[in-house]
């Protein structure tokens, strides 16, 4: 057991409380603080999944008209849930997140990260991660701030709150 006290900020998340077993590996928590590293905004190709909501909280943020957002920013996926479509952010040609930044030092940003999507706010507690002990010990090569013995602790109730959500990849 830790000996450091829990992080105490709100969940980032709405909506009903999580399914919690308390058997699994992660039980007493896990540690995670975002170092700017940009190295899960960045890779292979992927998807940053979408939902209404998020596009236009971010269409807001940016100072654009709905529309002219997702023209911009946004490609439309087909197969979603029940066979609709879903919506994803574009990636740069190198496969970054149209929205990372980088400064003169390497330092990676987010343009958006005030009102990212809901499947970036719940990384890095996504089922591949946690699936088992060494799943996240692998996801922490990529991830420095999953290694940081000072990062903040999350509890077991926030990372299945993460985890749970819709929007965190399944």
């Not at 928590?29 to 909501?53: A, H």
């Not at 958006?112 to 090569?141: G, H």
Request: glycine residues 8%.
């Amino acid at each position: 057991m830790s000996d450091r006290k829990p992080r105490s900020v709100p969940l980032p998340l709405s909506g009903p409380a999580p399914a919690i077993d308390q058997s699994v590996w992660y039980a007493e928590g896990l540690s995670f603080e975002c170092t700017q590293c940009g190295n899960c905004c960045t890779g292979s190709p992927g998807y940053v999944w979408l939902t209404i909501d998020d596009m236009e909280k971010i269409a807001d943020h940016l100072g654009l008209p709905f529309d002219d957002f997702t023209r911009t920013y946004v490609r439309r996926i087909a197969g979603g849930k029940g066979g609709g479509n879903r919506f994803s952010l574009l990636e740069k040609k190198n496969y970054d997140c149209v929205f990372l930044t980088r400064d003169d030092k390497g330092k990676a940003g987010c343009r958006i990260y005030s009102v990212r999507p809901m499947q970036c706010r719940t990384w890095p507690f996504w089922n591949d991660n946690l699936k088992a002990e060494n799943a996240w010990t692998r996801a922490s090569d990529n991830c420095p701030g999953m290694r940081n013995p000072k990062a903040p602790h999350y509890d077991l109730e926030h990372i299945e709150k993460c985890r749970q959500h819709p929007e965190s990849p399944h």
